[in-house]
């Protein structure tokens, strides 16, 4: 007991030294950064404070680890192999630092196969978080060191730190390279359970705290509020550097998501999706760095920030870095640190601003101008020809997608698929049962595209088959991802828990009842949740246990 006793205090030791790091913010530079320059003389391969486990080792050693970072790779993957260099920079800052976090690294096309197969690591390469052994999330975040490092430091400690006095709020609303958000509250509500869960949930992402201190509360200026604070090397003379939540509970995860998207933020693989919401959208790609870059980043953020102030009304701005070149762009400008500009319609069509011209406050202005006026017009690269509608599945292609899919007045369920995939063939039968069930509910249309003759518009993604949206009638911007099991039981509940309607269902025509069977038995022993490969830029290989 004297011992855990002893453990327990070397760690809230440890965890003292950590928030005194995370609380210092010199020169513009987060605590990461700090972190980051503490280690001066790493060389991959030398060293390397990553714990290598296998079969025969992974059960035994992982519950003497509090927090471990896992990362489950294949040595010929490419993905894993520019994973590797960053995840060892990582392992040697926390420990370098004091971090009580352990990564650990297993082969699974080795000597660890066993242990990826049940921590269902079918992707490389795939990282986890551990506590004591026992898998508790999976991280789908950015891979660089800084990342990396950030993510294990948000993953420590209390979800939402207590803050009584002011000189610890100053600190916190400064120390870190995303969105903050404090929970003022004087008394405990909905609104204060609420934010304690999304701290919970979204920890890996923002740092969350919590005043309850009357006096602090006055000098906060709200109660009952949750105030979200601009990460300070983004603050302007344009647009206030915090914004307040003060609505409904349920409403507050949308609060805290959406709040990154300011008169121009900064987006990344994770936000597309929420700034893509925002459309017509100006995204503003380039060599974003605030501080190797910090002359020419701010020299274009400036200009866009000029124009977003006019045409906030009309167009949403971000921008991003080479990385989002290579998304929006995916050629060879990938290498160019030039400035991109790339549209995304009301409609969610993409258009590339031709890279000859030169960005400058006159050329963004008369893009953005041309947006308005409708003169850039963003179409689909592909499309089929829209066919004749002969069945309860409706067939969409790019060029009906609006008119269907993103209707003001019907739901609709659509399914992104590939006629070559063996889990999009297994789900026809279902799907099939579905659009029958749902004959009788005029506000509800279930629908499918062919993703691979088809460009499919943002802010929906398919990087694998079958990917299945919902996207609630008047909300058109924000589809809803079905991560589910493909189960006529489980479609409806997913529509139900989305809408605020009663949709109506009813029995299915006899004459789908048996065309299900007749496929059911084409397609026995398949797998009814799996994914065929699709779009080969999502950073990840198959390990073979999900591909077709």
């Not at 600190?171 to 958000?181: I, L, N, Q, R």
């Not at 009638?473 to 589910?484: D, L, V, W």
Request: with cysteine; aromatic share 12%; net charge negative.
């Amino acid at each position: 007991n004297e011992y855990k006793s002893y453990l327990r205090a070397e760690g809230m030791f440890r965890l003292l030294v950590i928030y005194s790091l995370v609380f210092l913010a010199v020169n513009g530079k987060d605590d990461v950064d700090r972190l980051i320059e503490t280690v001066d003389d790493f060389i991959y391969g030398i060293d390397s404070k990553v714990v290598e486990l296998d079969d025969d080792t992974f059960r035994k050693e992982m519950p003497k680890f509090d927090t471990a970072l896992v990362e489950f790779i294949a040595p010929w993957c490419p993905h894993c192999k520019r994973l590797t260099p960053n995840f060892e920079m990582a392992a040697k800052v926390v420990h370098k630092n004091d971090i009580p976090v352990t990564f650990v690294k297993v082969n699974c096309d080795g000597p660890g196969y066993h242990t990826c197969h049940d921590a269902n690591a079918d992707i490389y390469p795939t990282l986890k978080l551990f506590r004591a052994g026992v898998d508790e999330r999976r991280y789908y975040g950015e891979r660089t060191p800084k990342d990396l490092v950030r993510y294990v430091l948000n993953m420590l400690g209390d979800h939402a730190k207590v803050i009584g006095n002011q000189a610890d709020l100053d600190k916190f609303t400064v120390s870190d390279g995303e969105y903050m958000f404090v929970g003022a509250f004087e008394s405990d509500s909905s609104l204060k359970t609420e934010f304690l869960k999304i701290a919970e949930q979204q920890r890996e992402f923002n740092r969350f705290a919590i005043v309850t201190n009357p006096e602090l509360l006055k000098k906060v200026g709200e109660t009952n509020a949750v105030v979200a604070y601009q990460p300070e090397f983004l603050r302007n003379k344009w647009e206030p550097h915090y914004k307040v939540f003060k609505g409904e509970s349920f409403d507050l995860m949308n609060f805290v998501k959406l709040a990154k998207i300011d008169l121009v933020g900064i987006i990344n693989k994770q936000s597309v999706p929420i700034f893509e919401v925002a459309r017509p959208l100006l995204i503003t790609t380039f060599d974003v760095d605030f501080e190797v870059n910090r002359k020419h980043t701010n020299y274009v953020r400036n200009r866009l920030l000029k124009l977003a102030s006019e045409y906030k009304d009309k167009v949403s701005f971000c921008m991003g870095d080479l990385n989002m070149t290579h998304w929006y762009a995916p050629d060879d400008r990938y290498n160019d640190t030039g400035v991109l500009m790339t549209v995304i319609s009301k409609e969610g069509w993409e258009y590339t601003v031709p890279k000859d011209l030169p960005f400058n406050y006159e050329n963004a202005k008369k893009v953005v101008e041309d947006i308005i006026s409708g003169k850039i017009e963003a179409k689909p690269f592909q499309s089929e020809e829209p066919p004749v509608q002969k069945k309860r599945v409706q067939r969409v292609v790019a060029k009906t997608f609006h008119d269907i899919v993103l209707s003001e007045d019907k739901h609709t369920l659509i399914e992104f698929f590939s006629p070559y995939c063996g889990h999009c063939k297994a789900l026809i039968p279902i799907y099939n049962e579905l659009a029958s069930r749902a004959r009788k509910e005029p506000s509800l249309v279930i629908a499918k595209m062919d993703a691979t003759a088809n460009s499919v518009p943002r802010p929906f993604e398919s990087r694998g088959f079958p990917t299945i949206y919902f996207v609630p009638k008047g909300k058109s911007t924000r589809p809803i991802k079905f991560e589910g099991d493909r189960t006529i039981e489980a479609f409806i509940k997913f529509m139900q828990e989305n809408t605020k309607e009663d949709l109506k269902f009813v029995e299915p025509e006899e004459k789908y009842l048996k065309k299900k069977e007749d496929t059911s038995n084409e397609n026995a022993g398949e797998a009814d949740s799996g994914t065929c490969g699709g779009d080969s830029s999502s950073g990840q290989c198959s390990g073979g246990k999900t591909e077709l």
